[in-house]
């Protein structure tokens, strides 16, 4: 604490309230000011101010460069909003208030714009608020006296030997609690006559309930708050205030129905200020010009906002657990319910082993076209056959399902397949099978055409490609762009 003056309490020291014990010191800590603390600004308003002030480098040399510049969502997130562009309310708050200093700049080539927070920490010329507790305390005397309020007296506090009815002395030692006392009409507190006429507004039957529960229809809490609402409205208008609230809150129906568990907490609930950060709207109504509070629309349309967008975040989630409840019984591959319960349908089992087979003939015919095998491609079809068996046992033991271990043995096959046919390719290149050279002669014949031959590729379905080629690798042009689409589809599921 700073500035605080123990003395406005001396007055407790027979008739204590609540205490305030310290039992550590914090080890890492924001400095917030006083003057902030007691300016009267909003909740998120005062969170705010210590969020930026935690962004503050204290130990930067230069004045100038301590500034914070938090990103509009984080602030958002540290102050429980869901949009990011409400912060712009605090924002406004503080700077009226004179806490921080704000400039706007842009980035992103001017694209974007930013915000950069100059937190201030010692009040703006001219600041008329509380700068210490002990001003808090002078402005508002009906704190200092909340513990006679209470009727919490040293002598209700001891304990006491009460004899136990029809018996003789009370043993040694033997005490026992008594009841805390029920105030009377003598003793009830006496409060201004505006207050009372505030407290007097309450129907009689919440006033009774008060009575049955605080033992008093004029608790502390509510005498506090109809003194703190006197000081911006009139009796008149707290009157109708309550009156109007009863019913329009709901509480009639509430305490009707046996629902309303406190009543004191209900009646402070109808005397304070609502929502609406302007002071002069009272329930959606500008006192001054009689006409709807425009910042009380903006609120409703947000609120309206934010539950349409959580009805339709929750019906997408709906939908996504449905589609996925209905992916879980269809085949993974073709995305057919055929009756496997979410497993690989026979028909893709039966298509992939194919594509496996039939890489591993590619590859046999490739080397089986060359004068001359490596002795590792010897057998080709066995080769291929045994590559693809291992990179689904692989994949088998890394955890992966039916469908992956397929695809891993599929995409296995198939490298190995065009493995074979780069070594054929380089064996055509090489001198083994290259043809004599000719010897020079000024009329040599040209060169002649390789002779087309019947593409070794497939079709769509399976078949045999009957189109004639003359490319070296034995494949037409639609055949070899479908095996280059095929490839890159078969990374793409890898990945």
Request: proline share 6%.
């Amino acid at each position: 604490m700073s500035g605080f003056d123990d003395d406005l309490f001396d007055q407790f020291s027979e008739d204590q309230g609540d205490e305030l014990i310290g039992e550590d010191w914090p080890t890492v800590a924001t400095p917030v000011p006083v003057w902030v603390l007691l300016s009267e600004c909003s909740p998120r308003a005062y969170k705010m101010y210590a969020f930026l002030a935690e962004h503050i480098n204290v130990n930067l040399r230069d004045p100038r460069k301590r500034i914070a510049c938090p990103k509009q969502k984080a602030i958002a997130k540290n102050l429980g909003l869901k949009d990011d562009r409400k912060v712009a309310r605090y924002r406004k708050e503080l700077e009226a208030l004179g806490a921080i200093r704000v400039e706007k700049y842009r980035y992103a080539g001017g694209m974007r714009q930013g915000y950069k927070y100059f937190v201030r920490y010692n009040p703006p010329a001219g600041y008329g608020g509380d700068m210490v507790l002990k001003q808090f305390y002078a402005r508002h005397p009906e704190f200092r006296s909340a513990a006679k309020w209470e009727g919490r007296t040293e002598a209700a506090k001891k304990t006491v030997a009460v004899p136990t009815q029809g018996s003789g002395p009370a043993r040694a030692g033997t005490t026992q609690k008594p009841s805390p006392p029920r105030r009377d009409a003598s003793s009830r507190v006496t409060v201004p006559p505006d207050v009372l006429k505030v407290l007097n507004a309450f129907r009689p039957e919440l006033r009774a309930a008060m009575r049955e529960t605080a033992h008093t229809d004029t608790p502390k809490t509510l005498v506090t708050a109809a003194t703190k609402a006197l000081k911006v409205r009139t009796a008149e208008q707290l009157v109708a205030r309550v009156r109007r609230r009863w019913t329009t809150h709901g509480y009639e129906k509430k305490f009707a129905s046996g629902q309303l568990e406190r009543p004191v907490g209900a009646a402070v609930a109808m005397l304070r200020h609502g929502e609406c950060p302007d002071v002069g709207c009272e329930d959606g109504m500008v006192l001054e010009s009689g006409e709807a509070c425009v910042l009380c629309i903006e609120r409703r349309k947000d609120h309206r906002a934010e539950y349409a967008a959580e009805r339709k975040s929750a019906k997408e989630a709906a939908a996504a657990e449905a589609r996925r409840a209905a992916r879980a019984v269809v085949c993974p591959s073709c995305e057919q319910d055929r009756g496997t319960d979410g497993q690989v349908c026979p028909a893709c089992v039966k298509g992939m082993e194919r594509n496996v087979a039939e890489a591993a003939e590619k590859a046999a015919r490739d080397i089986a076209m060359m004068a001359a095998a490596p002795e590792e491609w010897s057998d080709a079809r066995a080769q291929v056959l045994a590559k693809a068996a291992a990179a689904r046992e692989d994949a088998r033991q890394a955890g992966a399902d039916q469908l992956g271990q397929l695809l891993a043995a599929q995409l296995e096959a198939r490298s190995a397949a065009r493995e074979a046919h780069r070594v054929r390719l380089a064996a055509l290149g090489g001198d083994q099978e290259a043809p004599p050279s000719p010897s020079p002669s000024p009329k040599s014949a040209p060169p002649a055409q390789r002779e087309a031959t019947t593409c070794s590729g497939s079709r769509w379905d399976g078949s045999k490609c009957t189109r004639r080629t003359e490319a070296p690798d034995g494949f037409c042009g639609v055949c070899r762009g479908a095996q280059a689409v095929q490839h890159k589809d078969d990374m793409a599921t890898l990945r």
